[in-house]
């Protein structure tokens, strides 16, 4: 398994093998290699069918891989809709969302569910919106609990979402300990995270504690790790010296097919 070396790596099922149905995606990461997958929240509303959780449950399971990670619900991404839980118009669907990712995440054994912030809205004063970012957290991180689970905040680059507000490491930390949860930690996207300006070694070094789940990809351009100007085998040396044991989940756009791009790991695991 690719996850048996230094690092424990989970392919992102909502960026990589996107050429095949969703249901046949954990199949093509196990045959790949991968013990372990993550998803962006894959259905068009916050409470699908049972059918068909039911479906993707049995899917991932039939292939033997493990879910590591799951979004709550975050809206329309491919419309530019970047979460929900600080929308005065949208925080009801996420809410309704919280119980059946929870649900999913639990029966499938997924210990981390990505909650994303949401962008700004015209009109509505930001700290209304913080507050409700708050209380919503709350709620997602009480449920989480019952399961055992972290729920994590991610920053993200402002060049390609400039409505959200959490773009900086600083940013996503302040958020956390406002929240007070104590079940909730940083999704350190290194893509976004260096886009911003950031030294990611340096944040690596300073803050690895406090990541409760990584992501990467290269910049420029969001390839896998060795298609940009990221030093990524520094940066994996950092890992293994701060001692980060979770899952790295691969979140890069391929130039081909999903399963020509994973050679670059060999020389990493």
């Known amino acids: 398994m690719i996850e048996s070396g230094a690092f424990r790596f989970a392919v992102n099922l909502s960026i990589l093998f996107t050429e095949l149905p969703l249901l046949e995606r954990p199949q093509a990461a196990a045959k790949a290699g991968f013990g372990a997958v993550e998803l962006w929240w894959p259905f068009d509303r916050p409470d699908p069918a049972d059918a068909e959780l039911d479906a993707l449950r049995r899917a991932i399971e039939d292939a033997g891989v493990r879910l590591t990670g799951l979004n709550f619900d975050a809206g329309d991404l491919a419309a530019g809709e970047r979460g929900l839980l600080s929308r005065p118009g949208d925080a009801a669907r996420f809410l309704a969302n919280i119980d059946v990712a929870v649900g999913l995440a639990g029966s499938l054994g997924c210990r981390v569910l990505n909650a994303l912030y949401g962008n700004r809205v015209t009109g509505v004063p930001e700290r209304a919106q913080r507050e409700l ?41 302040a958020l956390i300990e406002q929240t007070g949860a104590a079940n909730m930690a940083f999704l350190a996207d290194l893509y976004h995270l260096h886009r911003m300006g950031e030294d ?70």
Do not use: C
């Open 133 to 173: 970012a708050l209380d919503t957290l709350s709620r997602a991180a009480e449920a989480a609990a019952g399961i055992g689970a972290t729920v994590v905040v991610e920053a993200l680059n402002s060049h390609e979402n400039p409505r959200y507000p959490i773009t900086s490491s600083a940013a996503a930390f």
């Open 200 to 269: 990611v070694p340096a944040l690596i070094d300073r803050s690895a504690g406090r990541f409760g789940h990584i992501q990467v990809a290269d910049d420029p351009g969001r390839g896998r790790p060795g298609t940009g100007a990221m030093p990524y085998d520094l940066i994996f040396e950092r890992l293994g010296a701060a001692g980060y044991r979770g899952h790295v989940g691969l979140e890069y756009r391929p130039t081909g097919p999903s399963a020509d791009s994973f050679t670059w790991l060999k020389e990493t695991t």
